[in-house]
């Protein structure tokens, strides 16, 4: 069982930075990987970063360049560092999490605008 909470989120003009964090509880066991996904209101959530436990980094192409994804195993914790925001970033991004199932964060909300 694994309990996600995140934080970071908020409002940023075009060009600034923001860094999510998302840290897992009561994991019962090691937790294969971490991300982020988000979702613009009226769209399908899709997937913005992942990485593995070993440590493998995958992103999106639409934030290749852009954002960091980062992992702390030992503080069960992954961070997500945003630059260069755009608003089409605007949305809600949900932490995930995979160990013997699917885990989602309660999701924080990025708004990126004059």
């Known amino acids: 069982q694994v309990q996600l909470v995140e934080s970071g989120g908020g409002l940023v003009q075009p060009g600034g930075s923001l860094r999510l964090s998302c840290t897992a509880s009561?994991?019962?066991?090691?937790?294969?990987?971490m991300g982020w996904y988000r979702q613009v209101l009226g769209k399908q959530r899709e997937f913005v970063a992942r990485?593995?436990?070993?440590?493998?980094?995958t992103y999106a192409d639409s934030v290749k360049g852009r954002f960091i994804i980062s992992r702390d195993n030992g503080k069960n914790t992954v961070y997500l560092q945003m630059k260069d925001l755009k608003p089409e970033d605007t949305g809600v991004y949900y932490c995930?999490?995979?160990?013997?199932?699917?885990?989602w964060g309660q999701g924080t909300q990025v708004t990126v605008s004059l």
């Open positions: 990485a593995t436990y070993g440590g493998s980094l």
């Open positions: 995930y999490a995979f160990s013997r199932g699917d885990y």
């Open positions: 009561r994991s019962s066991t090691r937790i294969d990987a």
